[in-house]
Protein backbone atom coordinates (compact mmCIF):
# COMPACT_ATOMS: atom_id res chain seq x y z
CA UNK A 1 0.00 0.00 0.00
CA UNK A 2 1.41 3.53 -1.21
CA UNK A 3 1.71 5.76 1.81
CA UNK A 4 -0.84 7.79 2.06
CA UNK A 5 -0.69 12.24 1.71
CA UNK A 6 -0.76 13.97 4.95
CA UNK A 7 -3.45 16.84 5.42
CA UNK A 8 -2.52 19.16 7.95
CA UNK A 9 -5.80 20.94 9.41
CA UNK A 10 -6.19 24.18 10.71
CA UNK A 11 -8.75 23.97 13.77
CA UNK A 12 -8.94 20.38 14.05
CA UNK A 13 -10.71 20.40 16.80
CA UNK A 14 -13.26 22.92 15.79
CA UNK A 15 -16.33 22.76 13.86
CA UNK A 16 -15.38 23.10 10.36
CA UNK A 17 -11.61 21.39 10.82
CA UNK A 18 -13.27 18.51 12.95
CA UNK A 19 -15.71 17.76 10.01
CA UNK A 20 -12.96 17.30 7.62
CA UNK A 21 -10.87 15.03 10.07
CA UNK A 22 -13.03 12.95 10.70
CA UNK A 23 -14.62 12.24 7.50
CA UNK A 24 -11.10 11.63 6.18
CA UNK A 25 -10.38 9.08 9.34
CA UNK A 26 -14.13 7.40 8.90
CA UNK A 27 -13.06 6.60 5.68
CA UNK A 28 -11.01 3.44 5.83
CA UNK A 29 -9.78 3.34 2.30
CA UNK A 30 -8.74 7.37 2.03
CA UNK A 31 -5.95 8.09 0.16
CA UNK A 32 -5.39 10.50 2.75
CA UNK A 33 -4.39 10.87 6.40
CA UNK A 34 -4.58 13.69 8.98
CA UNK A 35 -2.68 16.05 10.54
CA UNK A 36 -4.29 17.77 13.25
CA UNK A 37 -2.53 21.12 14.20
CA UNK A 38 -4.33 22.58 17.63
CA UNK A 39 -3.12 25.15 20.13
CA UNK A 40 -2.99 22.35 22.88
CA UNK A 41 -2.53 18.70 21.92
CA UNK A 42 -3.67 17.66 25.48
CA UNK A 43 -7.17 18.69 24.65
CA UNK A 44 -9.77 16.55 25.17
CA UNK A 45 -10.85 16.76 21.58
CA UNK A 46 -6.93 16.20 20.27
CA UNK A 47 -6.91 13.25 22.23
CA UNK A 48 -10.40 12.14 20.58
CA UNK A 49 -8.20 13.00 17.20
CA UNK A 50 -5.47 10.94 17.94
CA UNK A 51 -7.32 8.11 19.36
CA UNK A 52 -8.87 7.46 15.78
CA UNK A 53 -5.58 7.80 14.22
CA UNK A 54 -4.90 11.47 13.53
CA UNK A 55 -1.09 12.69 13.72
CA UNK A 56 -1.55 15.79 16.34
CA UNK A 57 1.12 18.44 16.02
CA UNK A 58 0.94 22.12 18.23
CA UNK A 59 1.04 25.41 16.74
CA UNK A 60 -0.24 28.82 16.47
CA UNK A 61 -1.75 30.79 14.18
CA UNK A 62 -0.22 33.69 15.51
CA UNK A 63 2.95 31.73 15.04
CA UNK A 64 4.37 31.97 11.72
CA UNK A 65 7.41 29.38 12.10
CA UNK A 66 5.27 27.03 14.24
CA UNK A 67 2.80 26.76 11.25
CA UNK A 68 5.74 26.14 8.69
CA UNK A 69 6.81 23.08 11.02
CA UNK A 70 3.44 21.91 11.24
CA UNK A 71 2.88 22.05 7.33
CA UNK A 72 6.33 20.29 6.46
CA UNK A 73 6.15 17.29 4.89
CA UNK A 74 2.09 17.36 3.98
CA UNK A 75 0.41 17.08 1.04
CA UNK A 76 -2.01 19.50 1.61
CA UNK A 77 -3.56 22.01 4.39
CA UNK A 78 -7.59 23.03 4.87
CA UNK A 79 -6.69 26.81 6.71
CA UNK A 80 -9.29 28.83 8.72
CA UNK A 81 -9.71 31.47 10.64
CA UNK A 82 -11.89 32.21 13.99
CA UNK A 83 -12.70 35.79 13.76
CA UNK A 84 -15.16 35.59 16.68
CA UNK A 85 -11.89 34.80 19.08
CA UNK A 86 -10.53 38.30 18.79
CA UNK A 87 -13.15 40.42 16.53
CA UNK A 88 -9.87 41.81 14.58
CA UNK A 89 -9.92 42.18 10.82
CA UNK A 90 -6.00 43.19 10.96
CA UNK A 91 -5.12 39.91 13.28
CA UNK A 92 -7.05 37.73 10.97
CA UNK A 93 -5.16 38.90 7.72
CA UNK A 94 -1.72 38.86 9.41
CA UNK A 95 -2.77 35.01 10.46
CA UNK A 96 -3.95 34.49 7.19
CA UNK A 97 -0.33 35.87 5.97
CA UNK A 98 1.41 33.42 7.88
CA UNK A 99 -0.49 30.35 6.69
CA UNK A 100 -0.21 31.50 3.07
CA UNK A 101 3.60 32.15 3.57
CA UNK A 102 4.05 28.33 5.56
CA UNK A 103 2.20 26.67 2.68
CA UNK A 104 4.50 28.51 0.19
CA UNK A 105 7.93 27.37 2.10
CA UNK A 106 6.25 23.85 2.79
CA UNK A 107 5.48 23.22 -0.86
CA UNK A 108 2.06 22.17 -0.32
CA UNK A 109 0.14 21.04 -3.15
CA UNK A 110 -2.98 21.77 -2.44
CA UNK A 111 -4.86 24.25 -0.24
CA UNK A 112 -8.12 24.85 1.14
CA UNK A 113 -8.74 28.21 2.47
CA UNK A 114 -12.20 28.68 4.16
CA UNK A 115 -12.95 32.09 3.13
CA UNK A 116 -15.61 34.60 2.36
CA UNK A 117 -17.43 37.12 0.17
CA UNK A 118 -15.63 40.66 0.48
CA UNK A 119 -18.63 42.70 0.61
CA UNK A 120 -17.13 45.76 -0.38
CA UNK A 121 -16.96 44.55 -3.83
CA UNK A 122 -20.87 45.09 -3.97
CA UNK A 123 -21.02 47.83 -1.20
CA UNK A 124 -17.82 50.32 -1.55
CA UNK A 125 -17.31 52.37 1.46
CA UNK A 126 -18.81 55.57 0.13
CA UNK A 127 -22.00 53.46 0.01
CA UNK A 128 -24.37 54.42 2.61
CA UNK A 129 -27.10 52.12 2.66
CA UNK A 130 -25.27 50.14 5.27
CA UNK A 131 -22.84 51.59 7.58
CA UNK A 132 -18.84 51.50 7.46
CA UNK A 133 -17.66 49.81 10.57
CA UNK A 134 -13.66 50.09 11.96
CA UNK A 135 -13.25 52.63 8.93
CA UNK A 136 -12.62 49.94 6.09
CA UNK A 137 -15.06 47.56 6.55
CA UNK A 138 -18.72 46.98 5.62
CA UNK A 139 -18.88 43.22 7.15
CA UNK A 140 -15.56 43.08 8.79
CA UNK A 141 -15.52 39.51 9.18
CA UNK A 142 -16.24 38.84 5.61
CA UNK A 143 -14.33 41.32 4.23
CA UNK A 144 -11.18 40.12 5.73
CA UNK A 145 -11.48 36.84 4.53
CA UNK A 146 -12.06 37.57 0.97
CA UNK A 147 -9.47 40.31 0.95
CA UNK A 148 -6.67 37.70 2.03
CA UNK A 149 -7.40 35.64 -0.88
CA UNK A 150 -5.03 37.39 -2.16
CA UNK A 151 -2.51 36.08 0.26
CA UNK A 152 -2.46 32.81 -1.00
CA UNK A 153 -2.49 33.93 -4.68
CA UNK A 154 0.29 36.36 -4.17
CA UNK A 155 2.58 33.61 -2.44
CA UNK A 156 1.55 30.93 -5.61
CA UNK A 157 0.22 28.79 -3.29
CA UNK A 158 -2.47 26.07 -5.15
CA UNK A 159 -5.53 27.14 -3.44
CA UNK A 160 -9.04 26.32 -3.43
CA UNK A 161 -11.54 29.30 -2.27
CA UNK A 162 -14.25 27.37 -0.13
CA UNK A 163 -17.15 29.99 0.41
CA UNK A 164 -19.27 28.59 3.09
CA UNK A 165 -22.78 29.46 4.07
CA UNK A 166 -24.34 30.10 7.33
CA UNK A 167 -23.80 27.24 9.98
CA UNK A 168 -27.42 26.43 11.66
CA UNK A 169 -24.70 25.18 14.74
CA UNK A 170 -24.87 29.11 15.42
CA UNK A 171 -28.42 28.31 16.94
CA UNK A 172 -26.70 25.94 19.58
CA UNK A 173 -23.17 27.57 20.04
CA UNK A 174 -23.71 31.88 19.12
CA UNK A 175 -26.69 32.89 21.00
CA UNK A 176 -28.90 32.97 17.99
CA UNK A 177 -30.96 30.39 19.38
CA UNK A 178 -35.00 30.62 20.62
CA UNK A 179 -35.47 33.13 23.23
CA UNK A 180 -38.96 33.12 24.69
CA UNK A 181 -41.06 36.31 24.25
CA UNK A 182 -43.08 38.36 27.05
CA UNK A 183 -45.95 36.19 25.98
CA UNK A 184 -44.05 32.88 26.22
CA UNK A 185 -43.46 31.99 22.72
CA UNK A 186 -40.43 31.45 21.53
CA UNK A 187 -39.07 32.99 18.94
CA UNK A 188 -35.99 33.47 16.36
CA UNK A 189 -34.90 37.22 15.52
CA UNK A 190 -33.18 38.04 11.87
CA UNK A 191 -32.97 41.05 9.41
CA UNK A 192 -34.33 38.86 6.67
CA UNK A 193 -37.20 39.98 5.57
CA UNK A 194 -38.40 36.83 3.34
CA UNK A 195 -35.08 36.20 1.87
CA UNK A 196 -33.84 32.80 1.74
CA UNK A 197 -30.72 32.32 4.15
CA UNK A 198 -27.99 29.54 2.56
CA UNK A 199 -26.86 27.13 5.52
CA UNK A 200 -25.11 24.77 6.54
CA UNK A 201 -24.32 21.95 9.39
CA UNK A 202 -20.71 23.02 10.30
CA UNK A 203 -19.33 19.29 9.86
CA UNK A 204 -20.71 19.35 6.38
CA UNK A 205 -18.40 22.03 5.33
CA UNK A 206 -15.54 19.34 6.45
CA UNK A 207 -17.21 16.77 4.41
CA UNK A 208 -17.42 19.06 1.36
CA UNK A 209 -13.80 20.04 1.76
CA UNK A 210 -12.74 15.89 1.58
CA UNK A 211 -14.70 15.63 -1.80
CA UNK A 212 -12.52 18.99 -3.22
CA UNK A 213 -9.23 16.94 -1.72
CA UNK A 214 -10.84 13.82 -3.30
CA UNK A 215 -11.15 15.18 -6.91
CA UNK A 216 -7.24 16.14 -6.95
CA UNK A 217 -6.65 19.50 -9.08
CA UNK A 218 -10.00 20.23 -10.40
CA UNK A 219 -10.71 23.14 -8.15
CA UNK A 220 -7.12 24.66 -7.70
CA UNK A 221 -7.49 28.43 -8.45
CA UNK A 222 -11.20 28.13 -8.01
CA UNK A 223 -13.95 29.01 -6.10
CA UNK A 224 -16.42 26.51 -5.07
CA UNK A 225 -19.47 28.28 -2.49
CA UNK A 226 -21.78 25.40 -0.86
CA UNK A 227 -25.05 25.18 1.50
CA UNK A 228 -27.11 22.48 2.74
CA UNK A 229 -30.49 24.35 2.25
CA UNK A 230 -31.96 27.88 1.48
CA UNK A 231 -34.81 28.89 3.76
CA UNK A 232 -36.20 31.81 4.92
CA UNK A 233 -36.65 32.80 8.24
CA UNK A 234 -39.91 31.10 8.72
CA UNK A 235 -39.09 28.34 7.44
CA UNK A 236 -36.32 27.68 9.81
CA UNK A 237 -38.43 29.12 12.76
CA UNK A 238 -41.58 26.40 11.25
CA UNK A 239 -38.72 23.26 10.80
CA UNK A 240 -37.28 24.48 15.08
CA UNK A 241 -40.87 25.06 16.16
CA UNK A 242 -41.59 21.13 15.19
CA UNK A 243 -38.02 19.90 16.00
CA UNK A 244 -38.86 21.07 19.68
CA UNK A 245 -42.03 20.63 19.76
CA UNK A 246 -43.29 24.04 20.47
CA UNK A 247 -43.91 27.36 18.42
CA UNK A 248 -40.96 29.41 17.32
CA UNK A 249 -41.73 32.26 15.65
CA UNK A 250 -39.86 34.41 13.15
CA UNK A 251 -39.03 38.08 13.97
CA UNK A 252 -38.40 39.47 11.30
CA UNK A 253 -36.26 43.02 12.27
CA UNK A 254 -34.94 45.74 10.27
CA UNK A 255 -31.00 45.80 9.74
CA UNK A 256 -30.42 48.83 12.02
CA UNK A 257 -32.56 47.94 14.70
CA UNK A 258 -30.39 44.24 14.52
CA UNK A 259 -26.84 46.52 14.63
CA UNK A 260 -28.03 48.29 17.54
CA UNK A 261 -29.03 45.30 19.94
CA UNK A 262 -25.48 45.69 21.29
CA UNK A 263 -24.19 42.34 21.65
CA UNK A 264 -20.51 41.91 20.76
CA UNK A 265 -20.55 42.11 16.68
CA UNK A 266 -23.91 43.19 16.69
CA UNK A 267 -23.46 45.60 13.87
CA UNK A 268 -21.18 43.27 11.75
CA UNK A 269 -23.98 40.33 11.91
CA UNK A 270 -26.26 43.42 10.90
CA UNK A 271 -24.50 44.34 7.93
CA UNK A 272 -23.87 40.81 7.03
CA UNK A 273 -27.40 39.19 6.94
CA UNK A 274 -28.44 43.03 5.39
CA UNK A 275 -26.12 42.17 2.54
CA UNK A 276 -27.32 38.68 2.60
CA UNK A 277 -31.05 39.90 1.95
CA UNK A 278 -30.05 42.68 -0.63
CA UNK A 279 -27.50 40.74 -2.53
CA UNK A 280 -29.91 37.45 -2.18
CA UNK A 281 -29.99 36.76 -6.04
CA UNK A 282 -26.26 36.56 -6.14
CA UNK A 283 -25.88 34.92 -2.85
CA UNK A 284 -27.80 32.22 -3.36
CA UNK A 285 -27.38 31.36 -6.69
CA UNK A 286 -23.60 31.21 -5.80
CA UNK A 287 -24.17 28.19 -3.44
CA UNK A 288 -25.73 25.75 -5.08
CA UNK A 289 -27.07 22.86 -3.26
CA UNK A 290 -26.87 19.83 -6.03
CA UNK A 291 -23.06 20.77 -6.14
CA UNK A 292 -22.49 20.97 -2.87
CA UNK A 293 -24.32 17.54 -2.48
CA UNK A 294 -21.67 16.23 -5.41
CA UNK A 295 -18.80 17.04 -2.16
CA UNK A 296 -20.16 15.71 -0.33
CA UNK A 297 -23.39 13.16 -0.54
CA UNK A 298 -24.10 13.01 3.39
CA UNK A 299 -24.96 16.64 2.91
CA UNK A 300 -27.58 16.85 5.56
CA UNK A 301 -30.80 19.54 5.27
CA UNK A 302 -31.89 21.61 7.52
CA UNK A 303 -34.62 19.24 9.01
CA UNK A 304 -32.08 16.23 8.99
CA UNK A 305 -29.93 18.15 11.04
CA UNK A 306 -32.07 19.41 13.41
CA UNK A 307 -33.21 15.61 13.88
CA UNK A 308 -29.78 14.92 15.62
CA UNK A 309 -28.96 18.57 17.18
CA UNK A 310 -32.69 20.34 18.14
CA UNK A 311 -31.85 18.64 22.29
CA UNK A 312 -28.57 20.67 21.79
CA UNK A 313 -30.21 23.68 21.08
CA UNK A 314 -30.65 26.09 24.56
CA UNK A 315 -33.85 27.45 24.98
CA UNK A 316 -33.66 30.49 26.78
Known amino acids: MSEKKIIAILGA?????????????????SEFSVRAVTRNAQSDKAKALAALGAEVVEADVDDAESLQKAFSGAYGAYCVTFYWEHFSPEKEKAQVASMAKAAKDAGLQHVIWSTLEDTRNW???????????MEKYKVPHFDAKGESNAAFTAQGVPTTFLQT?????????????PKKGEDGVYGITLPMGDAKLPGIAAEDIGKCAYGVFQRGSEFIGKTVSIAGEHLTGAQMAGGMGKAIGQEVRYNAVPPAVYRG?????????????????????????ARSIDF???????????DAWLAKNASRIPLD
Not at 261 to 285: S, T
Open 13 to 29: TGAQGGGLAHAILNDPS
Open 123 to 133: VPLDDDRMPTL
Open 165 to 177: SFYWDNFIHFGLG
Open 261 to 285: FGFPGADDLGNMFQFKHDFEEYFVG
Open 292 to 302: SRSLNPELQSF
